[in-house]
Structures are given as structure tokens and as C-alpha cells.
């Protein structure tokens, strides 16, 4: 065993063997937001390393690989505007309008919560990504010189609880709109609430996707201004 986990592709291979598995337990229950293939594939690495006494460091070196992926998946996330152009601009105040007031009540209540908790600077730089879609938010949290690993879990914690509730209080609030109700949940949970929006319908999907796109742009130009402001 102690030879099997320090292979150069030991890394590689438990990443996607888990995510796979994960894609599939999430398939199988109906897309529960509480089952992200992303949150559940981090628990199963997470226990496989710290069974295996694996270094993390050396985790990131076998999967380096995935890490420069990154960057292509960022550029792809400009695909949902692109199907989505024609009906975003024919809604072009009221996106504006929902971006505009849904980021600023986000980023509000962020800092508000990490104030009344008593919460330091580092941890609320580290909160401020919290409903930017990870590939983004990695890099905003880099650029505030936060800490990348809380801003994941944060990032996932986000993520999670909008999938998991966003659709429930959406109902509660009689939100019946396609658009709205994906929209609603790409801004606030990303591409874990997105996963949930497909499963609703390809329009609350596609339209969930497209807010995930925009709210990670324009959160990329706004955080490190708010960030500035809030920590001196």
C-alpha cells in the first residue's frame, strides 16, 4: 500500500474514480443537492488521504494535471452566455437589476454575519467568494491573499445549502418563473445549485448558468474593492 499511494498517478486515478462514483450516487438519488459530486468527491479524498497518511502536498503533485485544467474550465464558463445572449438581452434591465441588488444583499449579509460572529479579517476575506463559482473564486480569494483552502469549503458550504434549500424557498416565496428561479439559484450556489436548476428544467439550467457566469465577473471586479473597504 505504502508504494500504491506514492505513484505519480495515485492521485489522478482516486480523484476521478471518486468523482465518477459521485456523479453516480448523485444520479441515483435524484440530484439531492446534500450529494454534490463535488462536495462528496472531497470527502472521499479527504478520508482516503488521511487513512492513507498521503501528504497532501504531495496529493496536489499527482494531480497537477486537474489544476491546469482550471483554466479551461474558466474560459468555458463564457458558453451559458453565449446560449443564453438572445433572452438575457431581451431581460436586460431586469438582470442588471437582479445582479446588482443580489450582490450587493450577498455581500451584505457575508460581511454582516462574519462581523456579529466576531469573525478576523482573514476569514472574512476568505468568506467574501462564498456564491463565486469555484474556478473564479479560487483566484479572487488568491487575490485578496486569503486562504484558498477556506474559500473552498466555504465556496462548497455555499453552494450545498443553496442547491439543497434555494428551490424550497423559492416555492415558499411562489417564485414560478423559469428564468427566475434559475437565475435566483446560479447567483447565490453556483455550479453546485446549477447541477440542481438542470434537474428542474433545461431553461431554469441554462439561465442558472448564465447568472453563475455573470455574478463570477462581476464579483471579480467588486470583492477586492469591498475587501479594501471592510479590512483597511
Not at 451584505?108 to 482573514?122: K, L
Not at 445549485?193 to 439550467?205: C, F, I
Amino acid at each position: 500500500m505504502n508504494t500504491l499511494i506514492h505513484l505519480p498517478a495515485f492521485g489522478l486515478v482516486l480523484t476521478l474514480s471518486a468523482y465518477l462514483f459521485s456523479l453516480w450516487l448523485h444520479q441515483r438519488s435524484g440530484r439531492l443537492g446534500l450529494l454534490s459530486p463535488v462536495l462528496v468527491t472531497i470527502v472521499l479524498v479527504a478520508a482516503v488521504l488521511q487513512l492513507t497518511g498521503l501528504p497532501y502536498a504531495e496529493y496536489l503533485e499527482q494531480v497537477t494535471v486537474l489544476t491546469l485544467l482550471l483554466g479551461p474550465a474558466t474560459v468555458a464558463l463564457a458558453l451559458p452566455l453565449l446560449r443564453n445572449g438572445r433572452a438575457l438581452g431581451s431581460s436586460a434591465l431586469a438582470v442588471m437589476a437582479t445582479l446588482a441588488v443580489g450582490g450587493a444583499v450577498s455581500i451584505a449579509i457575508t460581511v454582516g454575519a462574519m462581523t456579529a460572529f466576531g469573525a478576523g479579517e482573514d476569514m472574512l476575506r476568505a468568506a467574501l467568494p462564498r456564491s463565486v463559482t469555484s474556478p473564479v473564486g479560487l483566484s479572487i480569494a488568491e487575490t485578496l491573499g486569503a486562504s484558498v483552502p477556506l474559500a473552498v469549503v466555504l465556496t462548497l458550504i455555499s453552494g450545498v445549502l443553496g442547491a439543497a434549500l434555494g428551490p424550497a424557498l423559492l416555492n415558499l416565496a411562489r417564485v414560478r418563473d423559469e428564468r427566475a428561479r434559475g437565475f435566483a439559484i446560479g447567483m447565490t450556489s453556483h455550479g453546485i445549485g446549477t447541477s440542481r436548476a438542470l434537474a428542474e428544467s433545461p431553461v431554469a439550467g441554462g439561465w442558472s448558468s448564465a447568472a453563475m457566469v455573470m455574478n463570477a465577473l462581476v464579483m471579480t471586479i467588486v470583492l477586492p474593492i469591498v475587501a479594501a473597504l471592510v479590512t483597511g
